[in-house]
Structures are given as structure tokens and as C-alpha cells.
């Protein structure tokens, strides 16, 4: 129900875009996210967006990642700039209802790995 892609191997300060296919019973009204895992570290949660298109981001990430949602296309993106190899990671989408805290449904993951 949740199809990630986009994932692979860049140099720092490289760039990659992921995106996620969604089926519509889950994408309407739901708020999109991307959480990444790291060896060995907990999941965290990178970006959301609901579905008005209010995004939130991580700290770490700010002002190099964009996410974005294509309501007619069913898909979330996120578009990495400026990477380095702290945001090597497993990367996930997750959407989840309004007003929620968990996350209920989950794509299978997609890791980005960036060197030096």
C-alpha cells in the first residue's frame, strides 16, 4: 500500500529524491511521512506533510530536504540536497490520520547511502 523508491549511493553534498506511491484510500486526508533508521540508531522521523500541504521537519534536515505530496498522483517525495554521511540511513514513508500520533501503515524502506 506503500511503495517506496529513490534510494542509492552519492557522494556528500550530493543530492537524491525519494518518492512513494500510495494506494488513494491511504493518501486522502492521511499526513505523509519519511522516518530513517541508521545502523545501529533509533527511527526517526525526517518530514511530514499533511494533507493541506503544512510540512515539519527535522532539525538535521532543514534547509537541505523538501517534501512534497502530489494529491492527483497519490505520491509523497522528498527531495535530499546537500547530503552528507550522517543521512546514510533506511528510509521510510509512513502515513498516518490526522489528528494521530502513530503511524499506521509503512513502506518497506529505501537506503541512501552517502560517502566522503
Known amino acids: 500500500q506503500l511503495q517506496a523508491s529513490g534510494g542509492g549511493s552519492v557522494q556528500a553534498g550530493g543530492s537524491l529524491r525519494l518518492s512513494c506511491a500510495a494506494s488513494?484510500?491511504?493518501?486522502?486526508?492521511?499526513?505523509m511521512g519519511w522516518y530513517r533508521q541508521a545502523p545501529g540508531k533509533q527511527r526517526e522521523l525526517v518530514a511530514r506533510?499533511?494533507?493541506?500541504?503544512?510540512?515539519n521537519y527535522a532539525d538535521s534536515v532543514k534547509g537541505r530536504f523538501t517534501i512534497s505530496r502530489d494529491n492527483a498522483q497519490n505520491t509523497v517525495s522528498l527531495q535530499m540536497n546537500s547530503l552528507n554521511v550522517e543521512d546514510t540511513a533506511v528510509y521510510y514513508c509512513?502515513?498516518?490520520?490526522?489528528?494521530?500520533?502513530?503511524?499506521?501503515?509503512w513502506g518497506q524502506g529505501t537506503q541512501v547511502t552517502v560517502s566522503s
Open positions: 506533510i499533511s494533507a493541506s500541504g503544512t510540512t
Open positions: 509512513a502515513a498516518k490520520r490526522a489528528g494521530t500520533t502513530n503511524y499506521l501503515y
Open positions: 488513494k484510500s491511504i493518501f486522502t486526508f492521511n499526513v
